[in-house]
């Protein structure tokens, strides 16, 4: 539908009116939003705070009555059932948990209150393993074994009169019932308005330990986000299905409690304030809508007058204009602006019509569906028309039975917003045919096609021209021969691309400034000017041998022609010149003769017996070196035959060669030449010579034969004699222990001793010809690859490799040295000698490890403990995993080897270092740095407390009295400990660390350990 500019105004300024309104409502509603869900959170994170440090304080308060009754537990309690029974009558716990339990300190429980009929054994549980190593513990929310319910286990050590840890006493929570948990799950957090508790643990990867669904208990949840809770839960509360959840920690179980208000219940008086505001934007839209109708109607009565006429005036351009010109308003401004507009249309319309009947070009108008509505005279007489075919125009000319099929192409195409250019065939109603160029461009109105206007020219006495001058042009630049125009004056006007090659000219370079004096030398010219042009200018046409200038200015000879060029008149316009090369043709006939006479030279001159042999096997040429072989006359010897020549005895053997060769085939032969006089070991060649068609004879018939004898007595003795030297070499090679082989510049191997065979339990055959990559491991060829480059490059090169085997390890040294060619110029290859070292590496390796233990405890020294620091903080910072390190030493290690004697401190030194070594894991590293000072590392912990849990076990571990030559000790130890995860930071820092914490164990009475929970690098904790 159609809108009216009344219309449009109405609906853009009640827009604009009710934007605005909306705006001022929008934001009045935000801020009360804004400030009703702060006073909400405020309150409730009050209520939430107020939670917490109440939950906080039972839970402290139920594991302190544990830990006092722990108090009334002895040893006679772990083992007699009576005294457990009255444990559980007096102790008092029962009203406060749901279970209790004494436990041993293998983690097999003795006893459960209530009592449980299977065994129970909970020595892999993390809190009873802190509770066993003498500190209190809550654990994380998990699934009894007892009961096999969600519970809460709260553990806390039986301690005897000497410190010593008897067992644990652990108490339950279950999660299920109404006690301080189970209760707070049912209790409601607000008046009535769905508000509730629950209760998650912290850390990455939180779960539920109270809940008022019961299924959700020990489900994990997903963990906030790192950074300010309160600003990401004011974020989601301004979604509107969001919850409004509060947070505060419980500091004893480091769990967090969340009061959470449904958001249906939290946005209800807003969503009610919000429905009244729309209702009252929606009567005031209305309101203003109908106003601004009214008052635009009253503004738009001239423009609708002006709006009318000018849908007349369209209709009817020379339609006198009724409109108030005379009015002093602005609808008499808008009708004398449109009188003068359309008077100078009109004016403009009469001058083009005038320009437009004179033009030579067809010029056209047509409709969005191709009808012309507009043609010259120009365009009826190059198509051959009537006015009354005008609009039809040319597709009048086109055969009946493809013009609808043409008619629906020129519609498609001018309904298209880009410009045409056609070339079209065209047979007139005189039965000429004209080929016509049209270019036309789109008519837009408001960016749609309503037509288009274009030229017509006609086109065919060019495209003939054109067509003959491209024939002739591609004649010409196809053509070996060199093509050559010049106007009267001897001026280049053309010059093809034979002759511009020929002349050393680029395809694209100018030719206007040269004359035929830059062709040719200048006594070509002379004779161009006294005889070629007057001899022209009196046939038209002149025949001979000249000479032109080549690309580098030398002289080459060609035959040439030179046409002349007339008009219509009979004067010369411009000459044209076709010259060929004619050098090679003169060159080839003095070669000729050359060639025969170089051929001879050659000949006579080679220490071989070449021959000419005719069908019938008699000698038509022999060259000088049968005189000096045979001492006969080779003029005598032409016409003589092959049998007449050598004799009898020699023919019956070479005859069946000598007859094969006349049936066609090529032949290679050894055999031996007697004479009375030598002895000689010759090879023979037999070459048939073959007829050519036209020769007398068929094609391919052959009608003699080519002999060529050379003298290989020497060569074959060297052969045997190279034969025997590599047969000894080979013996050689054989006998070494090591591999020794040849490889090819191609990385092939070409020779393998025996050791090969040994080695891969293959035979040596099964080397030659293969390439090195395929007969090593990928991972050997990728190691041995940039040495067998330079060897290749012609550098020898030594290297050693590691190689896994079934047994171990295996090392190998080999040495690979370049073979160069006889010249020295190019590497052939190189040769390859592989040495087992494995024995030697094995007594290395044993030294070395040797030389990194310390000979009195059997731990590692101080060298073998930096290195594997180092090794370690290198692992720790490619995975970020956590490392720790402990400094330790014995409390008045000093005293004992002054009371006891340094022997007996030497033993009291192995001790403590076996029992240190019991102590820890079989991946942690003891070292002894010297005297009684000891580190330890510890490599992938999940957690600081693990590392702070063993410092502990080895605090107790080592109070134990030592039992040294039949005589009891009793000694403590004091630990620093220091934590890395990877940075920047140095082996001599971390130790520093550490040992600073041992410092401050000493300083801190001895026997306990100090642990520095900020790492080195970044300040983390």
């Known amino acids: 539908m159609r809108l009216t500019l009344r219309t449009k105004a109405a609906l853009l300024t009640t827009s604009l009116v009710l934007c605005l309104v909306g705006t001022a409502g929008w934001w009045q509603y935000q801020q009360l939003s804004s400030e009703y869900v702060a006073l909400m959170r405020k309150q409730q994170q009050a209520l939430t705070d ?119 006493l652990s108490a339950g929570l279950d999660l299920h019932r109404p006690n301080v948990l189970g209760a707070l799950s049912r209790a409601g957090a607000g008046n009535g308005d769905g508000r509730y508790y629950e209760i998650v643990t912290r850390g990455a990867a939180p779960v539920t330990v109270m809940h008022p669904d019961p299924r959700r208990l020990l489900q994990p949840v997903a963990p906030p986000e790192p950074g300010d809770r309160v600003d990401r839960a004011v974020r989601t509360d301004r979604a509107e299905q969001a919850d409004l959840t509060t947070r505060a920690t419980i500091a004893s179980t480091d769990w967090e409690l969340r009061v959470v208000l449904p958001a249906r219940a939290a946005r209800a008086p807003l969503e009610v304030a919000r429905q009244a505001l729309w209702a009252q934007l929606f009567w005031l839209g209305l309101a203003c809508a109908a106003l601004v109708w009214l008052a635009t109607g009253w503004l738009m009565r001239p423009l609708e007058a002006l709006s009318a006429t000018m849908r007349d005036v369209r209709g009817n351009p020379d339609r006198p204009i009724r409109l108030d010109i005379a009015a002093d308003d602005e609808r ?64 009048s000319l086109v055969r009946e039975d493809i013009r609808e099929r043409v008619r629906e192409d020129w519609r498609r195409q001018v309904r298209e917003a880009a410009p045409l250019q056609l070339t079209r065939q065209l047979r007139r109603r005189d039965g000429a045919e004209v080929l016509v160029s049209l270019r036309s461009r789109p008519v837009l109105a408001e960016g749609r096609v309503v037509g288009h206007v274009g030229t017509v020219s006609d086109i065919t006495e060019r495209a003939r021209a054109e067509r003959a001058l491209r024939t002739l042009t591609a004649v010409f630049d196809a053509t070996t021969d060199y093509v050559v125009q010049t ?43 006294l005889e070629i042009v007057p001899a022209t200018l009196a046939h038209g046409i002149w025949v001979g041998e000249t000479v032109m200038w080549g690309a580098e200015r030398h002289e080459v000879p060609v035959s040439h022609m030179v046409i002349a060029h007339r008009d219509k008149h009979g004067r010369v316009e411009y000459f044209s010149a076709v010259m060929r090369d004619i050098s090679q ?85 050894e055999r031996d030449m007697v004479r009375p006089e030598w002895r000689r070991r010759v090879h023979v060649t037999l070459v048939p010579d073959r007829s050519e068609e036209g020769e007398g004879g068929e094609a391919g018939e052959v009608v003699g034969l ?43 191997y070409r020779f393998n001793n025996l050791a090969y065979e040994r080695d891969f339990s293959k035979p040596r055959e099964a080397f030659h010809g293969h390439t090195m990559r395929e007969v090593m491991s990928e991972a050997a060829y990728r190691a041995a690859e940039p040495h067998i480059r330079r060897a290749l490059a012609g550098e020898p090169t030594t290297f050693q490799s590691e190689i896994a085997r079934g047994d171990g390890f295996a090392w190998h040294e080999a040495h690979y040295v370049p073979q160069f060619a006889a010249d020295g110029s190019t590497v052939l290859g190189f040769h ?68 006891l004697g340094h022997g007996t401190g030497d033993v009291l030194l192995r001790a403590f270092a076996g029992r240190l070594v019991q102590t820890l894991r079989s991946t942690d590293t003891v070292a002894r740095l010297g005297g009684d000072e000891f580190t330890v590392i510890m490599e992938g912990l999940p957690r600081a407390e693990v590392a702070a849990a063993v410092a502990a076990k080895i605090v107790a571990a080592m109070g134990q009295p030592f039992t040294l030559d039949e005589q009891s000790v009793r000694v403590t130890t004091s630990i620093g400990l220091a934590f890395f995860q990877g940075g920047a930071a140095t082996a001599a820092e971390l130790v520093k660390q550490a040992d600073q914490m041992l410092y401050e164990a000493k300083a801190a009475g001895r026997n306990n350990f100090q642990v520095n929970l900020r790492l080195i690098e970044g300040g983390r904790t």
């Open 332 to 395: 008499g401004d808008l009708a004398r602006e449109f009188n003068a507009l359309m008077r100078e249309l009109r004016d403009q319309r009469d001058q083009m019509a005038a320009v437009t009947d004179a033009s030579p070009l067809g010029l056209f108008r047509s409709d969005a569906d191709g009808r012309l509505s507009y043609v010259n005279e120009a365009y009826l007489a190059i198509h051959g028309l009537s006015r009354e075919e005008a609009a039809e125009g040319w597709l």
């Open 50 to 168: 107020t939670a917490a440090a109440d939950l906080d304080y039972k839970l402290g308060t139920h594991l302190a009555v544990l830990a006092r009754a722990a108090h009334g537990v002895s040893a006679q309690t772990l083992s007699q059932a009576a005294a457990q029974q009255r444990f559980f009558a007096e102790s008092g716990l029962r009203p406060m948990f749901d279970g209790v339990a004494l436990i041993a300190l293998d983690g097999s429980v003795i006893v459960n209150d209530p009592p449980n009929g299977k065994p129970l054994n909970i020595g892999d549980r993390e809190y009873f393993q802190q509770a066993r190593d003498g500190l209190p513990a809550v654990s994380p929310p998990l699934l009894a074994r007892s009961v096999n319910r969600p519970a809460v286990l709260m553990a806390v050590p039986v301690k005897a009169a000497d410190g010593r840890v008897l067992g644990v």
């Open 585 to 669: 043709a003169q060159a080839a006939e003095k070669a000729l003769r050359e060639s025969e006479h170089r051929l001879r030279m050659v000949a006579d001159n080679l220490p071989v017996l070449i021959s000419y042999l005719d069908r019938e096997l008699r000698f038509r040429f022999v060259n000088k070196t049968y005189r000096e072989w045979f001492g006969v006359d080779a003029a005598g010897q032409l016409g003589m035959t092959v049998r007449q020549f050598y004799g009898e005895q020699a023919w019956n053997a070479i005859e069946p060669n000598m007859q094969a060769a006349l049936a066609g085939r090529q032949l290679s032969y």
């Open 832 to 899: 390859v000698v592989v040495t087992d070292i494995t024995r030697q590496k094995v007594e290395e390796r044993r030294l070395v490890e040797l030389a990194r233990v310390d000979t009195l405890t059997g731990v590692v020294n101080r060298a073998g403990f930096e290195l594997r620091l180092a090794e370690a903080m290198e692992r720790s910072r490619a995975t970020a995993a956590l490392m720790a390190l402990m400094y330790l030493d014995i409390d008045g290690f000093k005293q004992i080897n002054d009371r």
């Open 487 to 529: 106007d009267f004056h001897g001026r280049l006007i053309y010059l093809n691309p034979a002759g511009r090659r020929r002349c050393g000219l680029a395809p694209d370079a100018p030719i206007e400034h040269l004359t035929i004096a830059d062709l040719s030398p200048p006594h070509a010219v002379e004779r161009h000017r």
């Open 706 to 748: 080519f002999t060529l004898i050379a003298d290989v007595t020497s060569f074959r003795a060297a052969e045997q004699a190279l034969q025997e030297s590599e047969a000894r070499l080979r013996t050689v090679a054989d006998a070494l222990p090591m591999r020794v082989a040849y490889v090819d510049a191609e990385e092939r």
